[in-house]
């Protein structure tokens, strides 16, 4: 089994800045590595992936504006979110895919004030 810990989000203003960040438990190849987030009353979706190689993969609502990192080395994958709008609030989850399983973290609150 293979935990996913997060941290970072919070309320920020719009036009501000967040950085989340996401540990796996164990040291392993975990791939592709990314976020989703789920707004109130909506699906979950799809915001960044990353592959081990780099190769990243964005929703067309936060190009340019969010940008996802990972350390191989650490497991560990992270989004910067810089131009926040109101619409990226949500709860955002850490997720990984080892096999044919996903993992997934507890989910942390964005919250982006008008």
């Known amino acids: 089994q293979v935990q996913l810990v997060e941290s970072g989000g919070g309320l920020v203003q719009a036009g501000g800045s967040l950085r989340l960040s996401c540990a796996a438990s164990?040291?392993?190849?975990?791939?592709?590595m990314g976020w989703h987030r789920q707004a109130p009353g909506k699906q979950r979706e799809l915001v960044a992936r990353?592959?081990?190689?780099?190769?990243?993969r964005y929703a067309d609502s936060v190009k340019g504006r969010f940008s996802i990192f990972r350390d191989n080395a650490k497991n560990t994958v992270s989004l910067q979110m810089n131009s926040l709008k109101p619409e990226d609030t949500g709860v955002y989850y850490c997720?990984?895919?080892?096999?044919?399983?996903?993992?997934w973290g507890q989910g942390t609150q964005v919250t982006v004030s008008a």
């Open positions: 997720y990984g895919v080892r096999g044919l399983k996903d993992y």
């Open positions: 164990r040291s392993m190849l975990i791939n592709p």
């Open positions: 990353i592959l081990s190689g780099g190769n990243t």
